[in-house]
């Protein structure tokens, strides 16, 4: 398994916060801490290709960190809200997500036009529910 680094968030909010028995989550990307997005490589022609399922799994082991930082466990989220640059590859993406997540969670599922960098192809946000 990668190691996942907490990383700073680019913007004035907190990467989660606790209020009472849950915390809240911000989104999660696959953003590194050097800058770079995991998941990513630069191909011959000069593209790029982004791996879906190598994004997810970084996101939520950054999701799963964060979660630790406070006593709390994937097991604990009861709501999830997943957004994906590319709804053809909700497939690749649910994989990764059912080797983590158990079907407690409540989830919604949203395709967007984009993310805060072209080479995200998706980001996370979670609510957990873990008793003081």
Partial sequence: MQ?????QPLG?????????DFIYLSGMSAR?????????TR????????DMQVQTRVVIQKIQAALQQVGASLGDCV??????????????YN???SE???????????GVQQLPHAHMV??????????V
């Avoid at 004035?12 to 009472?20: D, H, I, M, Q, V």
């Fill in 43 to 50: 191909l011959p022609d000069g593209s790029v290709a982004c």
């Fill in 3 to 7: 190691a996942v680094q907490t990383i």
């Fill in 32 to 40: 590194q801490a050097d800058g770079s997005i995991a998941g990513v």
């Fill in 79 to 92: 709501a999830i809200t997943s957004y994906l640059t590319d709804m053809q590859q909700f497939d690749a």
């Fill in 100 to 110: 983590f997540f158990d079907g407690r969670a409540t989830r919604t599922t949203v």
């Fill in 12 to 20: 004035k909010y907190p990467s989660f916060c606790r209020a009472g």
């Fill in 122 to 131: 998706v980001e996370l946000t979670a609510t957990a529910y873990k008793p």
């Fill in 95 to 97: 994989a990764v997500y």
